[in-house]
């Protein structure tokens, strides 16, 4: 018992029974997972569990687009794809929503909001910072899942103005926008799991999705930017084309 509670608190509670088994026959010992199991659960020991999710597929109640990035998530130039989606974090003091738009060339996030709950007025906000950095980005693809926001004429129209062409995911395929969902996990993983508690408001949490973001976009290296920050990349990606 006293290896599995090693492993267990080493890991940070993070392995449930099949991992803390599998280490335990790594580090030699001989036991059956039922046993494993039985004694983890008789002392509380649960590794942690996927977070509820938010869905914002509502069924079709507007215009869908064609599947045009269909997982080439590729681009040789800034401006060229954009990804957006939304993601829930939970608190003791409730839900809120992040809603951010990410470049497929440089991985920076294009712009972001951050809200108590997932309408078309955080769309509004996203999409106003998005093209107020951005004033002119024709020919730009857009691809986001069929989520109700996306399939809104109102989100339509704002994309046709700026000439940008939209994209979506098939139904239910995470797969089809997984370059989002890889910016998510990062995010949770490096400021968010674990922590839940160090934020005890909206505004604190706020602040903090503000200061990350920011170190994301400008300190962040990344080996698809050539070990630059994301903006850094850009700005050396289009002075020289």
Known sequence: MNAIKSIFIENKSRYGVRRVHKELIR???KVNHKR???LMHHSNLLGKRPKEKYCS???KVGKTADNIINRDFSANKPLQKWTTDVSQFNFSWGKCYLSPILDM???EIISYDLALHPDLKQIKRMLDRAFKKFPRTP????????GWQYQHVYYNSRLKEHGIIQSMSRKGNCYDNC?????FGRMKNEMYYGCEKEYTSFDQFSKAVEA???YYNNKRIQAKTKWMP???YRIASMCSA
Do not use: W
């Not at 020919?139 to 069929?146: A, E, F, R, V």
């Not at 370059?179 to 910016?183: G, H, L």
């Open 179 to 183: 370059i989002m969902e890889t910016f």
């Open 212 to 214: 990350y973001i920011n």
């Open 57 to 59: 597929y509502k069924g």
């Open 105 to 107: 060339a440089t991985n």
């Open 139 to 146: 020919g730009l693809i857009l691809h986001s899942d069929q």
């Open 230 to 232: 994301p903006v850094q």
């Open 36 to 38: 494993v199991q039985r």
């Open 27 to 29: 580090r030699g010992y």
